[in-house]
């Protein structure tokens, strides 16, 4: 049974920084190249949206507008863990963050997500 346990959530000031991990458990670091992995956010009231998203290799990797230029997915896959860096944070950016794992190739698509973490508080004060 693969495990996700996200980590690294706080509270910072607007133009901070904080960067988060997810590391997989219940398979080997083998398997574990068979998922692209993504985060997700989700705003209170708000639905859950795609944040970033990097491929089983770690060769690509995909952002939602808001992030881009700002946010940095990276995986290590001997450790099984993914990385989500974000810089120059926003009010706006305040939401629970998910990491997700997927075999299918549709990154942005929450739905191809097969095994999903409980998420960390991300909150960005003004």
């Known amino acids: 049974q693969v495990q996700l346990v996200e980590s690294g959530g706080g509270l910072v000031q607007a133009g901070g920084s904080l960067r988060l991990s997810c590391a997989a458990s219940?398979?080997?670091?083998?398997?574990?190249?068979?998922?692209?992995m993504g985060w997700f956010r989700q705003a209170p009231g708000k639905e859950r949206e795609f944040v970033a998203a990097i491929t089983r290799s770690g060769s690509s990797a995909y952002y939602v507008d808001s992030a881009r230029g700002r946010f940095t997915v990276s995986r290590d896959n001997a450790k099984k863990t993914v990385y989500l860096q974000m810089n120059s944070l926003k009010p706006e950016d305040t939401a629970v963050y998910y990491c997700a794992a997927t075999r299918g190739t549709d990154l942005t698509n929450y739905q191809i997500y097969e095994q999903w973490g409980q998420g960390t508080q991300v909150t960005v004060s003004s």
């Open positions: 219940g398979l080997t670091f083998i398997t574990f190249r068979n998922y692209a």
